[in-house]
């Protein structure tokens, strides 16, 4: 499969519009440069272009101010502008800190919601489910309550390697264990667990998959040639955190489904506005797999943190396999964002120094059957809650049961809205949310 490498995307050879240069007694800022290269960039590619105000590009400090200003915001969450080696970083899997992510369970418990592998606490078995009781001393489950952001922070720190945490943990069995922790810099698992349940109706594959970036092929051909060897005949695909990232990776793993010679088959296509559109619109077909299932049906479990890669997938599938979804509706973004680096490429200075990313919405992303724009996100068949009281993986755990329930035919689950608490993760470890990042695309104004 031909891998879509992301400094690809931020090659524009290029540069985006012209300006004067500035008299003597001026200074012209990276800031402001990168503010007027956004604008000029918006007002060709942006999807909602024909709704941007005019606006004085000199009455905004900088890229970020300005594209609030110019933002479509009854529909775009999305569009943004970051630091270019933090997300350079994030979509490479590097992270920094303990790996731990944590939320209320409906008893005002906290618990671990997941843990990377890469986490000093990973081999101590500490797993999703296990109670935090307290952190360096403090009772944590008050500051979850009071939602209190700042205690939070400020109790685990800043994400830098070597500072180190003390957590008491309350395991399944009930014991009490105080674990020190030391943040380190690791390379994230997108593969947060793979199973083969074995269910009445034959072998089903279990895949939890948290998100779209570089590392994830080779996790996921991992991961399918273990259900392909074990001759799974059901698919469960896990994605209740997973929030996007790469489009070559989402195509990867909707053609792992299917059977190796789909590729003349559509998996989805792009559609840009009407400046560019006629150029740059594309259809993308299902690719050769290493361990395609060739199954048809597949039950997905989803929350609102299920967005853009995680529902090109879903939709991608629909026309061609039953699809099922257990858990929430989903987050509900059928658009994407090329990327671009700045400062631009020029014939001067054909490789920059990049500081900022940019990210607009350019695109919306449609099935073979010309579906998509779900807004408000797609549905659930059945709604499940999202037991953090259980691993990923248990049987037990209610979107899962209730996975296990469609593919039995039983779907027993309640019909009602799941209250979901936030999920709190370490300061400064996030990536980039809600990403569906297309090829590149050169644009001459």
Partial sequence: MKKIILISLLVI???FGCKKDPEPQDVYTLEERARDGLYDLMK??????NTMPTVKASDFAGPEQILEALRYKPTDRWSFVTDYESFMASMQGSFVGHGIRMSLDPANNVRVVSLY???DLWPKGVRRGWIVKEINGTLIAPIFISGNNTAYNDLMGPATAGI???????NPDGQELTYSSTKASFTINSVTASKILDLPGGKTGYLCFETFIEPSEQELNEAFANFKANNVTDLIIDLRYNTGGYMDIAQQLSSLVLTWDDTTKVCYKLTYNSLVGPEWNESYNFVRTESPLGLDRVVFITTRSSASASEVVINSLKPYVDVKIVGDTTHGKPAGMNIWGFPFPSQSDPNPDYEYVFAPIT???LNSMNEGRFYEGMVPDVRAADDITHDFGDPQEASLSAAI?????????????VKRNPVWSEEGSQLPTELFLGPPQQFRK
């Fill in 13 to 15: 050879p290029v540069l």
């Fill in 164 to 170: 180190t945490n003390t957590f008491k943990f309350v």
């Fill in 44 to 49: 060709y590619v942006y999807l909602w272009y």
């Fill in 363 to 365: 695109f919306e992303y």
């Fill in 405 to 417: 329930g469609v593919l039995n035919g039983t779907k027993s689950a309640t019909a009602l809205p």
């Fill in 117 to 119: 592998e890469g986490s």
